[in-house]
């Protein structure tokens, strides 16, 4: 079984423009990215899927310069930006990233494909019942099934990619991943600036290298002044992100 992993990017978000090309550490977010998911060693191929607008340009270009695989879709229409990546690249299973993710955990993304692999099912996600802190969500998807939403999926759920499946769970094999202890009160996604300070921070503490979840999570419980700087931020609705 093969594992194609699709991190999508672009230059363009509302709240927080140009956010996947910043740097942490001399490393830009989507490197970061990147890095954590070859990092899990469970992904045959690795593409970033962004869009035709000229100010990706430079997600392309950063795509060479750390000798990623780049393909350039619709903006909204993220599903078939996918549904392009998987016109050239062979794949059993697909697990899908965000550029706005820069503390992604290699090893939960281990884990949940170990878990996918073992429960034969369609569709696998940490965010159902979220236990996880936001920004470190892992999901994987039978490459077919994915295809096959294509012709069901409309509006938010193009943009969403997978959404159509989880929200339509009595059709498919769904699978919500749970881990303990609870530390969805955590928000380590970039999508703010109040965001940017804190994984700045986190970042300033850690260095380069890669943490794991509950190591950051117990640094952490010892800072709440950080953990309150964006502790007021919003996740936007399904319907409207």
């Known amino acids: 079984m093969t594992t194609l992993g699709i991190i999508q990017a672009r230059m363009g978000s509302t709240r927080l423009p140009g956010k996947v090309l910043r740097k942490l550490a001399g490393r830009t977010v989507l490197d970061r990215v990147v890095r954590s998911a070859r990092a899990s060693g469970v992904i045959d191929d690795l593409v970033v899927a962004t869009t035709t607008e000229a100010i990706d340009d430079a997600v392309e270009a950063e795509c060479a310069t750390i000798g990623v695989d780049c393909y350039r879709g619709p903006v909204d229409d993220v599903l078939t930006r996918f549904l392009g990546v998987l016109e050239t690249h062979d794949s059993d299973n697909v697990m899908r990233f965000t550029a706005d993710c820069p503390l992604l955990d290699s090893r939960l993304v281990a884990m949940a494909a170990r878990v996918f692999e073992a429960a034969g099912v369609d569709y696998l996600t940490t965010s159902i019942a979220r236990t996880l802190p936001r920004g470190l969500d892992v999901e994987i998807v039978r490459t077919p099934v994915l295809k096959g939403i294509d012709t069901l999926a409309t509006d938010h759920h193009r943009t969403h990619v997978t959404s159509y499946i989880y929200t339509h769970a009595d059709d498919f094999d769904v699978i919500g991943l749970t881990m303990q202890p609870d530390l969805s009160h955590l928000r380590l996604t970039l999508d703010t600036e109040d965001d940017w300070k804190l994984i700045e921070a986190i970042i300033g503490h ?17 800072q709440p002044d950080l953990v309150l700087l964006n502790a007021h931020v919003e996740q936007k609705a399904l319907i409207q992100a």
């Open 206 to 222: 850690f260095g380069d290298e890669p943490v794991e979840v509950r190591e950051l999570a117990d640094w952490l419980a010892g």
